[in-house]
Nanobody, 115 residues
């Protein structure tokens, strides 16, 4: 049973935009703060943005002002709007719970930003 499915990644030039989507199983999504993470090969996975069930958001300093996280509680969806992308944003992006025990990670979606 698939629980987290990320989509929307791709190749984009620096300064461009992408919108990532995450479909989560109801059992994961309900009453839980959710987050987007990213990972570059050889480096630790890092949190870039999180959102509570009521819509409060937090961002990593590196993406603040450029990324916007949102969620649709009726559809069990989490989104990440990424604007003004930089080559340093190149990574595989994942969604999961923001706190507590993580659910099984999905496949993620690759974002590649060319200079």
């Amino acid at each position: 049973q698939v629980q987290l499915v990320e989509s929307g990644g791709g190749l984009v030039q620096a300064g461009g935009s992408l919108r990532l989507s995450c479909a989560a199983s109801r059992s994961i999504f309900i009453d839980t703060a959710m987050a987007w993470y990213r990972q570059v090969p050889g480096k630790q996975r890092e949190s870039v943005a999180s959102i509570t069930r009521t819509g409060s958001t937090r961002y990593a300093e590196s993406v603040k002002g450029r990324f916007t996280i949102s969620r649709d509680n009726d559809k069990n969806m989490v989104y990440l709007q990424m604007d003004s992308l930089k080559p340093d944003d190149t990574a595989r992006y994942y969604c999961n719970k923001a706190i507590g025990i993580m659910s099984t990670w999905g496949q993620g979606t690759q974002v590649t930003v060319s200079s």
